[in-house]
């Protein structure tokens, strides 16, 4: 959900252009896919954006994360954008984590799904807004996230898509574990939510999220961890793989859906950058957020809401994570 902005690492090394990582990760895995994105692009996406776009842009801008939902988020949604988390029991399938690896490429994986959000956030205003020591600062536990003009919220998204991604990645042989499954009041907070991806030694985390931006501001984003060194985050370990990772996860993710990559954040490379996120700066495994489209964009919610757009989300974060983790 909510932004913060644009948040580039200064200046890239030359082997990451603008442009390259998703290019590069498109031409490996789905030249296809981006010539077809290329040919809707030009014929049915260059008419929906307004000003609000541009308004959220530069509101979202600030350092905070407050700023960014002001502009099309209604009250529901907390200002700021903290969005990991961390902890809980819950986490799993049905089977769970508790479920025994399979057979599949990825026996002996385990991989941590962060399902962004919490139905019960509403409720409890007081507990996701106490702050949490994220190295950097201090930031609210969790926030309620966004939802569609309609009301479809994105912690209801983010558990069906998560739901759906668990049934894949188990299929693959993966153990796989959750950090929420709507089996807890609210929560957890995004320290939390990091380290249960640590303690549990994952391979890699996914947190999934839907943004909450202006309408004409469209399509998806990977979130990758900066280069962190303060206090109890060291994200130095892991930014070369949480990279790699979410990469291929945009890869992945623009073949299944189409796309577009974000026309508002990541220069159309459909990755960003952020040092401000509590569940990326504590992880010490690979891992990365994904917003999955913009909410309060009519196209992207007509997506959103659609469970057969949804499971190709899940298709495609999945096979981002299968090409990461095979290698
Ligand atoms: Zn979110």
């Known amino acids: 959900m909510s932004y913060v902005g644009p948040d580039f690492e200064p200046p890239r090394p030359p082997r990451h252009p603008l442009r390259g990582p998703l290019t590069v990760a498109v031409a490996a895995l789905v030249p296809g896919a981006l010539v077809g994105w290329l040919v809707w692009q030009a014929v049915g996406d260059s008419d929906d954006g307004d000003g609000s776009a541009a308004a959220r842009t530069s509101a979202s801008a600030g350092a905070s994360a407050s700023a960014s939902a002001s502009a099309s988020a209604p009250s ?12 809980q029991s819950g986490g799993g399938d049905e089977s769970g984590a508790s479920a025994p690896a399979g057979s599949g490429p990825l026996k002996g994986k385990v991989v941590v799904i962060d399902p962004g959000h919490n139905p019960g956030n509403f409720r409890h205003p007081s507990d996701i807004n106490r702050k949490v020591n994220i190295g950097t600062n201090w930031k609210e ?86 280069s962190v060194h303060s206090g109890a985050a ?22 299944t859906t189409g796309g577009p990559p974000s026309n508002y954040i990541g220069d159309g490379t459909g990755l960003d950058v952020r040092k401000d996120l509590g569940g990326l700066n504590l992880s010490t495994v690979p891992k ?36 990461f983790l095979r290698g």
């Open 76 to 87: 529901s949604e907390l200002p700021g954008p903290s969005e990991d988390g961390k902890e």
């Open 141 to 226: 536990c969790d926030t309620t996230g966004t939802s569609t003009n309609a009301g479809y919220t994105e912690a209801e998204f983010t558990l069906d898509v998560s739901h759906r991604l668990r049934a894949i990645l188990k299929k693959e042989g993966a153990t796989v574990k959750f950090t929420q499954d709507g089996d807890r009041a609210w929560g957890p907070c995004v320290d939390e939510r990091a380290e249960i991806g640590n303690k549990a030694g994952a391979d890699a985390v996914v947190s999934i999220h839907a943004d909450g931006s202006a309408a004409g501001n469209r399509g998806f984003h990977v979130i990758l961890p900066g």
């Open 234 to 255: 060291d994200t130095r370990p892991i930014v070369a793989s949480s990279r790699a990772l979410g990469e291929r996860i945009a890869g992945g993710f623009l073949r």
């Open 288 to 323: 990365v957020f994904i917003e999955c489209g913009n909410m309060r964009d009519t196209k992207d919610s007509a997506q959103l809401t659609s469970g057969t757009w949804r499971q190709k989300a899940a298709e495609g974060i999945s096979e981002g994570i299968v090409s």
